[in-house]
């Protein structure tokens, strides 16, 4: 059975840095696609998940235009985490992030690809 934890959230000043890791378990660290999303409450009561970036066991990483240069999103196989290093954090950035895995390549991955989903963790940007 897959599991995702995630931890490192917390509350950081604008510009300020963060790194979350997602522990792994039950999955293939060999062949692996996994993401990084993060949702923020949407105007019709419900929630706006959108995916940041993802990477995967061909080499191939991407990442949404929005956090592009500022978030980088890294593997350690042999401890089985998966991180995302946030720097120059935004406002914008508040969320609750979320890791996942199960897609079949970061490549058009979209939300319905991923199987697997950790609980979150927030981060809070703010002066």
């Known amino acids: 059975q897959v599991h995702l934890v995630e931890s490192g959230g917390g509350s950081v000043q604008p510009g300020g840095s963060l790194r979350l890791s997602c522990e792994v378990s039950g999955y293939s660290s060999s062949q692996y696609c996994m993401g990084w999303f993060r949702e923020t409450p949407a105007d019709d009561g419900g929630v706006d998940r959108r995916?940041?970036?993802?990477?995967?066991?061909?080499?191939?990483?991407s990442y949404a235009a929005s956090v592009k240069g500022r978030f980088t999103i890294s593997i350690d196989n042999a401890k089985n985490v998966l991180y995302l290093d946030m720097k120059n954090l935004k406002p914008e950035d508040t969320a609750m992030y979320s890791c996942a895995a199960g897609c079949p390549s970061v490549d058009a991955a979209t939300i319905a690809d991923f199987g697997y989903w950790g609980q979150g963790t927030q981060v809070t940007v703010s002066s």
């Open positions: 995916g940041i970036g993802g990477i995967d066991s061909d080499g191939r990483e």
